[in-house]
Structure formats: structure tokens, C-alpha cells
């Protein structure tokens, strides 16, 4: 599990931080602690390290290490690759516990842990309780295996897709859509749930796999979920970094977080990525997004487990969500992580202002955190980030998007975790589904049209970098007109929260379509939790 070492760039960074903090005695006060890191050889460990202040987070962040997603009062973990990082740690005036002394060895005692679940579950010493009815972690095949099986099982509740692009070493990234009359154009509103952005982290497959087969499974008998897919539609993406996660759970290398991309610009070649001198490249997909992208808390280097990309939505794997969302109404979005137990909404980093719809944000994050017994916070108070999923998300579109940092010790603790962690979140998720429908938390455009016609909303704007710099984006979705010619059109606000903060408005482009042709063109302006009409001849 030993990677590269990086610490030509970093250590020079935490040489400033030591002096910044006047840490030099402490250097000195600590120097005995050299020669049990000496002892501990090369070992991969997790650590506690000691952070009383948000202060101490940002600048530990600041290091570069590779920070786990679990922080709590006074704490935040980090994985230690071997001698230079805990001598880094020690130089910047740091304290720390060992969690795990040797992640190799923990894995291997997971991956014993496993078996013994499977086998006490085919033995029937104890019940298999997830929807879907599995026992252990699934590999990558398994995940498309189960799309395509509840596709083809579910055909008028379950419509499996293809994303935009093919990954870095050209894997297909599929979908499932799953609404009453899957088929049908409707104006529904949407809710999106994500997996794996980072490749270690295997409970955010799991359990957005989950859902999909509870959601199918449990419709006609759960009136909650008969209620949510006859208003609503879900939609998820198990693996948004199908590379990353092949190379984490094939065994090459199982803390593999970031995707593939070995060199900026170039395309994989076939097992490059997996290679041992590879192990620390590729991109954070979740900092790749264009919102504040290059800010604090994503790094610009390659090595780096945060490395930003060369340019915002750089790769092909946060351009899939980046399509995906721009393209359907998705008033809701959670993307699962682990680990820690936090509910996570806007803004990123802590010099932020508060979003424009902090009372419903926070409203929703405090009901889904007490379903999960997590704890709902801003995003910044676990550490800075920029460039993540909902920078870009809920500034470009307005739904409400939150990161569920799910509960455990590990990116992959035994499956048995797993297993632990669905039913609060299960209530979670139905939470966000039921919000998602929820008409005082998005928008509505109705009115009359011809039956049959095509209606699309499009707006082109342009979505700010940490650095100022104006990128172009569009976002453009379509409903048919149902046979009454009556329409109802559940959408986001057409104001994004960015322009409501400047006390400005925006206008969505409203056109009506027969037969590939415009035939009529309305700007249709619609706040949150309000209504438009637009009746149109076309």
C-alpha cells in the first residue's frame, strides 16, 4: 500500500505553517517521537489528529495530506502514508492518536470479516436484511449487472441510461430512472442521488443501490414510495468513477480515491492507472466542478488527494454529472461519502455568505440528520472545500444539494456496516424524496399546449471560478404535453442563488415545438416556492 512520495512540494508549505504558528519548540519539544516513527517503518496508517480550532483544521488542511472525510469537535482524521507524513504532521506543530496502525492489516481483517457475514447469512445464523438481498461489497460488474436486472424486472418503473461520456479508460457509467410510467416525458420534479465519487469510498455504491431496489421492490406496498413515484422521479448513479472504484475494490490498490488520469491531457493506457508508481495521480472528481473551482481546500497538484484537475470539469466523469444534471429538473441531490456521520449543504468554504435559502436548506439537512442520527452542519465546518459537486449544483440550478458523509471507521468498513447504516438512511433519502415533491421548495410552470408538443426551458449563463474566470453554461430540459393539453412543469427557480443574493432576477427561455420546430417563444420568470402560467398555441 506504500505510494510515491510527494513532500518535495509539500514540505516547504508546512515548513510556513510551522513558522506561522510559532511551532518550532514544539519541533524540538517532539523530537524524541523520531525514532518510534523510525520503528513504525512505512506502515499506512489512519490517524486523530488533534484540531481545537477551525483555524488548526484549515491549516492542517493546508498541508496537503490526504484528510479523511470525518472531522468532529477538536478532531479531523487523516491517512499517514508512512514516515514523511507523520514528520510532516510533527514539524507543523501537530498532535495525534492512532486509529489504525496498519491499514493493510485492517483490510484483511475486513475482507475475513466479510466472508463470516456471507456465511452466517447462507447458513441462516442471521437474516439478509438489505432490499436487494446482499452479503458482501459489490465489484463493478455487479453494479451493471443490477441496473440492467431491475430495468428489464421493473420495464414501466425503470428506464436504465447511458451518461454523456465514456470514463478515462472507456468504461460506460450507467443510470437508473425510476418513476411511475418511466417512459413517459413528464414534468416531474427530480431527485438525484450519487455514488462513488472517490473510488475507496464503497458503502456511497452500496447504498444508492439500495434505494433504487427498495424504491422497486417496495412501491404498491410502502405508501410513502407508491407517493414518491407517482409524484416524482429518481433518479441514480451508483458510480459517478467507475475507473478509481475498479482499481480500489479489484484489489490493486483499495485506498485509491481519485479517477484515473495518470498524466493532464492524455488518455489513460490500459493498466496504467493501477501500476504501484501511479497510485497517487488522477484528478478529485470532486473537485473538479466549475463553482469556485481552484479555491481553497482543492490542491494543483497531481499528486495531491485533492487535486483539482487541470481546469474546471477537466474530466469526462464530473462532465457525465454535469450533463446529467443540466438536463433534467433535479430540485434535490444528495451524493453519498463516507466516512463520518454529517449532512452537509452550501456554501463550501467558511469566507462564504450564507446561501439566499438557508432556512429551507438547513430545515431539510436537520430533518434527514435526525432520520440518519448524523449531524447537519455547513459544509466549510468540516474542512474548505471548492470545486465539489453542489459549488457547481445548487449555484448553477438552485435544487438543494447536500453531501451525506455516511457513518463508520473506514472509507470501507466490513459489509455488516452496511447493512447497519441503510435503515436510518433509508428514512433519509424518503425524507429528501418527499421534499423533492414538495412544491414550496422548487417552482411550477403550468398552463395548456397543444397535446403532444415538445416544451423546453433553456438558460445560458456563465458559472464564476475561484479565480473570476467566466465559464459558459446551459441548462436545457424538456417535457412532452400530455393528451388533455394541460401541462404542469415542476421546476428549479429560474433565478439562480448567486443573481437572488444581488437582488436580481433571471428568466428561463420557454419554447413550444412540433415537429423539430420552434413554434413559440416565451421568458418565463418563476421564484422559489411560487408558480407561472404559460399557455401556449404554439
Keep these: 500500500m506504500n505510494r510515491p512520495k510527494r513532500w518535495t512540494r509539500i514540505i516547504p508549505l508546512a515548513l510556513a505553517a510551522v513558522l506561522a504558528a510559532g511551532a ?4 524540538q519539544a517532539t523530537a524524541p517521537l523520531d525514532r518510534k ?56 506543530g501537530f498532535s495525534w492518536k492512532t486509529l489504525e496502525p496498519d491499514m493493510a492489516a485492517a483490510d484483511r481483517q475486513r475482507v475475513q470479516a466479510d466472508a463470516d457475514y456471507a456465511k452466517a447469512v447462507r447458513t441462516k ?3 439478509a436484511t438489505l432490499p436487494s438481498g446482499r452479503t458482501a461489497y459489490r465489484q463493478l460488474a455487479d453494479y451493471d449487472n443490477d441496473l440492467t436486472a431491475l430495468a428489464q424486472q421493473y420495464p414501466t ?18 443510470g437508473l430512472e425510476i418513476t411511475h410510467n418511466v417512459g413517459v416525458s413528464d414534468g416531474k420534479p427530480v431527485f438525484l442521488m450519487l455514488g462513488v465519487h472517490h473510488a475507496r469510498e464503497w458503502p456511497s455504491g452500496e447504498l444508492t443501490m439500495e434505494f433504487a431496489y427498495d424504491l422497486l421492490k417496495s412501491d404498491g406496498t410502502d405508501s410513502r414510495i407508491t407517493n414518491i413515484l407517482e409524484k416524482s422521479r429518481v433518479i441514480v448513479v451508483p458510480v459517478v468513477n467507475p475507473d478509481g472504484f475498479n482499481v480500489s475494490r479489484s484489489g490493486s490498490y483499495d485506498l485509491k480515491r481519485k479517477n484515473c488520469r495518470v498524466t493532464n491531457g492524455q488518455i489513460p493506457t490500459s493498466g496504467q492507472c493501477a501500476q504501484s508508481s501511479n497510485r497517487s495521480r488522477g484528478v478529485d472528481l470532486n473537485r473538479n466542478y466549475s463553482g469556485f473551482w481552484g479555491g481553497p481546500g482543492a490542491s494543483s497538484s497531481l499528486t495531491s488527494e485533492t487535486y483539482r484537475g487541470a481546469g474546471a470539469f477537466s474530466e469526462p466523469e464530473s ?24 449532512v452537509l449543504r452550501e456554501p463550501g468554504y467558511a469566507s462564504a455568505a450564507k446561501t439566499p435559502d438557508e432556512s429551507i436548506y438547513k430545515a431539510l439537512g436537520d430533518q434527514m440528520a435526525a432520520a440518519n442520527g448524523y449531524t447537519s452542519q455547513w459544509a466549510y465546518q468540516l474542512y474548505d472545500t471548492t470545486g465539489t459537486t ?5 449555484y448553477a440550478t438552485g435544487g438543494l444539494g447536500f453531501t ?10 466490513a459489509f455488516s456496516n452496511v447493512v447497519n447504516m441503510y435503515p436510518g438512511n433509508r428514512n433519509a ?61 415542476h421546476t428549479n427557480p429560474s433565478t439562480r442563488p448567486a443573481v437572488v443574493q444581488q437582488g436580481g432576477t433571471e428568466a428561463w427561455t420557454l419554447t413550444c415545438e412540433q415537429a423539430g420546430q420552434v413554434k413559440e417563444t416565451r421568458s418565463v420568470t418563476v421564484a422559489r416556492g411560487a408558480s407561472a402560467t404559460a399557455n401556449l398555441t404554439c
Design 37 to 92: 516513527l523510525q520503528q513504525a517503518g512505512d506502515l499506512v496508517q489512519l490517524l486523530r489528529v488533534s484540531t481545537p480550532t477551525q483555524a488548526d483544521r484549515q491549516r492542517l488542511a493546508g498541508l496537503d495530506l490526504d484528510l479523511a472525510e470525518s472531522a468532529g469537535p477538536g478532531y479531523a482524521d487523516l491517512v499517514a502514508y508512512g514516515n514523511s507524513d507523520r514528520k510532516l504532521l510533527k514539524l507543523a
Design 24 to 27: 518550532a519548540s514544539q519541533v
Design 390 to 394: 453542489e459549488d457547481w449544483s445548487y
Design 157 to 174: 418503473k425503470a428506464k436504465l441510461f447511458t451518461l454523456k461520456e465514456k470514463s478515462l479508460e472507456g468504461r460506460t457509467v450507467r
Design 319 to 342: 462532465r457525465n454529472v454535469q450533463a446529467l444534471v443540466s438536463q433534467h429538473q433535479v430540485t434535490t441531490l444528495i451524493t453519498n461519502h463516507t466516512y463520518s456521520s454529517l
Design 429 to 489: 433519502y424518503l425524507i429528501a424524496a418527499e421534499s423533492t415533491i414538495n412544491a414550496a421548495r422548487h417552482s411550477i410552470i403550468t398552463g395548456t399546449a397543444p397535446a403532444g408538443a415538445v416544451l423546453r426551458l433553456k438558460k445560458t449563463f456563465t458559472t464564476k471560478t475561484w479565480s473570476g474566470t467566466q465559464l459558459p453554461d446551459t441548462l436545457e430540459s424538456t417535457m412532452t404535453v400530455p393528451a388533455g393539453g394541460t401541462y404542469t412543469w
Design 125 to 127: 445464523a442471521i437474516a
Design 404 to 413: 451525506f458523509e455516511h457513518s463508520g471507521n473506514t472509507f470501507h468498513p
